[in-house]
């Protein structure tokens, strides 16, 4: 169930995702201005100053298209890693509290306190699971949803086959459902929706827009690869995730190094992305979603396609009603 204020202003029951050194406000304000929910991990700033200045630019962008369009953009979303190696974590929630960020989107933990923190000035937060363990954890923490990371997603991803994860969380969660995992087109927000979620969860399919800030080749990469350019492994930074093959090569990461761990450590100096964004920049994450990409495309013209493939699929599905 979506909750009444985020679904009365959504053209398109999705979540462009939080991508890590590639979501920043160019691609947030052009998915919320065109009916979706637009995020971005505040890790993405070097610095706290630096990300509430984001908030800064996102606000008034989003309350210049209100004003000149007489409509609200559809809300925006920020990305927390909850977790203690993350020494940006209480600074970063204060500016979430000043800014009343609309969404909070938490990950590697849920906790209860910033769930009170959000909820005090009326905002939702939603946690990524990759377990049934998980997702009762964070139901008992108060969230308001639940993103079920499954099978073949990119960035940090389960193993769970969405039809099977929805189903056991349905049977003890009521409220939002987001699917993530291979969510490319707009049949597959209606079938997400089948399945039984409320919304698609959308990260690699956004990587290929003008407005993301990956690199043209990060890019052309994705175009060229398929599933089985697709590597699962928890040797970049400790946590299994999806990377494309080339780039791992690239940088000198061989099969027999992906079946290795490291230690989860998003930064100890001031700087807590330091760490990890040494290793994402060259090594590029995507999921398996990337048999779907073809091209690159402005934000707009993407989330245009996506409606009209939604629209069609849902059709498609009522016609089916006739026949059986």
């Known amino acids: 169930m979506i909750p009444q204020k985020l679904s009365d202003s959504l053209s398109l029951p999705a979540v462009a995702a939080p991508m890590f050194l590639i979501s920043g406000p160019e691609l947030v304000i052009e998915c919320c201005k065109n009916g979706i929910v637009g995020t971005f991990p505040a890790l993405n700033q070097r610095s706290t100053e630096g990300f509430e200045q984001w908030l800064i630019e996102i606000e008034n962008k989003l309350a210049n298209y209100k004003q000149?369009?007489?409509?609200?953009a559809a809300p925006y979303g920020v990305n927390l890693i909850v977790h203690r190696?993350?020494?940006?974590?209480?600074?970063?929630?204060?500016?979430i509290v000043k800014h009343k960020v609309p969404i909070v989107i938490t990950s590697l933990g849920a906790v209860s306190d910033i769930v009170d923190a959000v909820h005090s000035y009326g905002g939702l937060v939603f946690h990524d699971v990759i377990s049934k363990r998980h997702a009762q954890k964070a139901a008992e923490a108060g969230v308001d949803g639940l993103i079920l990371v499954c099978a073949g997603a990119g960035g940090h991803a389960g193993t769970l086959?969405?039809?099977?994860?929805?189903?056991e969380v349905r049977s003890f969660f009521n409220k939002t459902i987001l699917l993530s995992g291979c969510i490319s087109t707009g049949k597959d927000i209606a079938s997400a929706l089948q399945i039984g979620a409320d919304l698609a969860y959308m990260g690699?399919?956004?990587?290929n827009?003008?407005?993301?800030k990956a690199d043209a080749a990060y890019q052309e990469m994705i175009i060229e690869s398929d599933t089985a350019d697709i590597v699962y492994t928890a040797a970049v930074s400790g946590v299994n995730a999806n990377f494309l093959k080339s780039s791992l090569e690239a940088a000198g990461l061989t099969p027999e190094l992906w079946s290795k761990a490291g230690k989860i450590d998003f930064g100890k100096e001031l700087d807590a992305?330091?760490?990890?964004?040494k290793a994402w920049k060259t090594i590029w994450s995507?999921?398996?979603g990337v048999t779907s990409i073809h091209d690159i495309q402005s934000t707009q013209h993407l989330i245009d396609n996506l409606k009209q493939e939604f629209r069609s699929a849902i059709e498609?599905?009522?016609?089916?009603?006739q026949k059986y």
Request: proline share 7%; net charge negative; glycine share 2%.
């Open 85 to 95: 190696s993350n020494p940006r974590l209480n600074a970063d929630v204060e500016m």
């Open 161 to 167: 086959h969405p039809m099977a994860f929805v189903n």
């Open 204 to 207: 690699t399919r956004f990587i």
């Open 286 to 288: 995507a999921g398996q």
């Open 316 to 321: 498609e599905q009522y016609k089916l009603l």
């Open 68 to 72: 000149a369009n007489e409509k609200p």
């Open 273 to 277: 992305a330091q760490a990890e964004a």
């Open 209 to 212: 827009t003008t407005e993301s």
